[in-house]
């Protein structure tokens, strides 16, 4: 149904009036190119004639890389709320992993993850089923868990390609009760918050108040949520001081007045436009401010709530009698979300008061356009009672940041016969620390905590800028087997992994024939 509403893209831009600063750029363009084009004609020897080409040739170019020094990163976003079940084996369609091009970061937020006190402080110490789950399907792919942000059943997780890593800055993360009047995580919300190239983005899991009379307090707790998380950054102190936001989870919002009957039949006939204007979330936009600012791409997929478990079934559950209440089936829902904002300029907002970052951030030329590629959800999964929505965006911009934080480097030939020599130099200033280090990771690494060995940087004193420390990993801590390798700087104050080395290959130690690791090779015949 959705395709015959011809429904275009959903995009945004880090300014209201993106669009007509580009075409206005282009007739810029357009006239400076015909001043070149009168130069020519009129050129001679005359030294003002040569100045003014290579002037106007000077402004051209500049104004042809202001639109063309672009570049776009793929998010793939996942929200679920999945019912405190353990995962399913395999999720490769859910994070469609053969899509191409492949995503640069993937944001999941779960809701409802088992939080049982002996499970919960099993997962404080080893990583949870799930975060397991996902590490094991993505690393392959060459992604990296970054972060993760959990209060009890809420599990917020961003993976990242190896290449951003470095460029993955300032991470912090936050949560917020709002369960049982703010003394109990069951409802709430956790946070991610960092720096990407240089621009802001916060990602804000949350799971709100449930049932249909309680609309309102949804809200209120959202406002609730923005009033009190607070990040340690100067200059984006609160959620929407951010570049861009991503509002997600559970937000338990209802389809409100129409019956049961009406609901199912709407949706079993592909007419989900028809449900659409008393979806909660989508009435409250047209009344509060605050909604307004963010934007969501059309509903052209199944609501998302109440299944039957492992099925493909809405709510089938007998009315039935409980201490003198009688139960009723759930009427379908889109109650698993996916929003975003885009930080309006200080001018294009009403209330300035919302927000305090540093005006320079809007700088145009450094503007974040957001294209929602996908928005659906995978009814294949069945684990929960909630269908898990996908979200796929391209964000498109110009990199505020492209240079490490450190240059890292193997010296010299690796094998565990000898002990091995590794280089670092600091090219920019940093919260370095003598409690920073540098691991040995083999390629397909899961996280930073999935080193095979490493070694204390400088300890004695942090580095000067653009001074080369030799650091040294003895022989005894190396792999015996031959493999592909890369070396990754771990800033302790930073709390992530901000430079890596070229790949390089580890060779096969004698020592692994000694211990019985391979077999020995005598005249082309094994021993």
Known sequence: MCDMLDIPRARSDSTSSTASQSTSGRLILRQRIAQLLTCLEDLSSDDEANEEVSRTLDEAFHLCGKYINRESFRLHMVTWNVGTAEPPADVRSLLQLDSNPAADLYVIGLQEVNAAP???????????????????????????????????GLLLLLFAKQIHLPF???????????????????????????????????????????????????????????????????????????????????????????????????????????????????MMKKNEPLLQE?????????????????SETYDTRA????????????????????????????GDSEDESRSTADDDDDDDEYTVKVIQDMYTCDVSYGVSDHKPVIGTFRMEM???????????????????DEDATLTYTILETFEAST???????????????????????????????????????????LPLLAGDYVLGYYSSNMQTLIAFSPTFQIFESTRAVMDGLIPENINGYEK
């Open 118 to 152: 002996v499970k919960y402080i099993s997962d404080l110490v080893t990583e949870d089923s799930w975060c397991n789950l996902l590490m094991d399907t993505l690393a392959p792919n060459g992604y990296v868990k970054v972060t993760s942000m959990r209060m009890q």
């Open 168 to 282: 993955i800055r300032d991470i912090q993360g936050t949560y917020t009760r709002t369960g049982l009047f703010g003394y109990w995580g069951n409802k709430g919300a956790v946070s991610v918050r960092f720096s990407f190239y240089g621009h802001m983005l916060c990602f804000l899991n949350c799971h709100l108040a449930a049932h249909m009379n309680y609309a309102l307090q949804r809200l209120d707790e959202f406002e609730y949520i923005l009033d009190t998380q607070d990040f340690d950054i100067y200059n984006t102190p609160h959620v929407l001081d951010h570049k861009v936001v991503f509002w997600f989870g559970d937000l338990n919002f209802r389809i409100a007045d129409h019956g049961m009957h009406f609901v199912r039949s709407s949706i079993n006939n592909g007419r989900f436009n028809l449900l659409w204007g008393k979806d909660q979330l989508t």
């Open 294 to 310: 963010f934007e969501e791409g059309p509903l052209c997929f199944k609501p998302t709530y109440k299944f039957d478990r492992f």
């Open 319 to 346: 009315p039935k009698t409980w201490f003198g209440f009688t139960g009723k089936k759930r009427k379908p829902a889109w109650t698993d979300r996916i929003l975003w904002r885009i930080k309006p300029k200080s």
């Open 398 to 416: 110009r990199k505020k940041v492209d240079t490490p934080l450190v240059t890292l480097t193997a010296e010299g030939i690796w094998s565990a």
């Open 435 to 477: 409690c920073d280090w540098v691991g040995l990771y083999k390629i397909g690494f899961r996280s930073a905590s999935d080193y095979i060995t490493f070694a204390w940087v400088k300890d004695d004193e942090v580095a000067a800028n653009g001074e080369v420390v030799t650091v040294t990993i003895s022989k005894d801590e």
